[in-house]
Nanobody, 118 residues
Framework: VQLQASGGGLVQAGASLRLSCTAS????????TGWFRQTPEKEREIVAA????????GYTDSVKGRFTISGDNAKNTVYLQMNSLKPEDTAVYYC????????????WGQGTQVTVSS
């Protein structure tokens, strides 16, 4: 499975961005998908995740109410809609597809930079 992430950029505080992550290859497994972010000062942290059937979503506290994760199974794509962006959201964002309890089915995208200026 290959993941291609896109949608990052440089924006001002309060703006919105939508990240996309499209999977190709063996996409017929029931993946959980998510977005993580990392800065030079902090370890990679999970931002949001959604189960393969879309019935369960989770967000880290700092983005609740501002970010929304969604997926389009027909397009093998997961999105992260980011609204009301803050400078502290600045990071490299990575998408991840994985099958819980099966570490061999874990795939990462290449990362996309999000920079929010104050």
């Amino acid at each position: 499975v290959q993941l291609q992430a896109s949608g990052g950029g440089l924006v001002q505080a309060g703006a919105s961005l939508r990240l996309s992550c499209t999977a190709s290859g063996r996409t017929d497994r029931t993946y959980t998908t998510g977005w993580f972010r990392q800065t030079p000062e902090k370890e990679r942290e999970i931002v949001a995740a959604v189960r393969w059937n879309g019935d369960t979503k989770g967000y880290t506290d700092s983005v609740k109410g501002r970010f929304t994760i969604s997926g389009d199974n027909a397009k093998n794509t997961v999105y992260l809609q980011m609204n009301s962006l803050k400078p502290e959201d600045t990071a490299v964002y990575y998408c991840k597809f994985w099958v819980p309890l099966f570490a061999e089915y874990t795939y990462w995208g290449q990362g996309t930079q999000v920079t929010v200026s104050s």
